[in-house]
Nanobody, 122 residues
Framework: QAQLVESGGGLVQPGGSLRLTCAGSGFDFEVYAIGWFRQVPGKLREAISLISSNGDMADYANSVKGRFAISRDNAKSTAYLQMNDLKVDDTAIYYC???????????????WGQGTQVTVSS
């Protein structure tokens, strides 16, 4: 059974950092592009970063560009999202998702994790 599990969320002060982890199992992780998304209550799920299956391509939403960095380790079936200089507006539930195609729309992703809460507050 395919599964993605996020971890690493928590409470952090503005300007702080967190690293989210997305661990995949039950499917061929290394052939899937990975996307990171976030959602706050009452708003649509927002795509914030994605990485190709072999890691040679990556993209970021303007809201996180220069502060967040996506990476992956296919040997460990794991993807990461390093988040620096966090802002109050980054507060959300963060999800990772996997899809065979790079650049898919949100509703096209095949597998989703359960999400991890990130709260940025002083």
């Amino acid at each position: 059974q395919a599964q993605l599990v996020e971890s690493g969320g928590g409470l952090v002060q503005p300007g702080g950092s967190l690293r989210l982890t997305c661990a995949g199992s039950g499917f061929d992780f290394e052939v899937y592009a990975i996307g990171w998304f976030r959602q706050v209550p009452g708003k649509l799920r927002e795509a914030i970063s994605l990485i190709s299956s072999n890691g040679d391509m990556a993209d970021y939403a303007n809201s996180v560009k220069g502060r967040f960095a996506i990476s992956r380790d296919n040997a460990k079936s794991t993807a990461y999202l390093q988040m620096n200089d966090l802002k109050v507006d980054d507060t959300a539930i963060y999800y990772c998702a996997a899809d065979l195609h790079y650049g898919s729309f949100v509703d096209e992703y095949d597998y989703w994790g359960q999400g991890t809460q990130v709260t940025v507050s002083s």
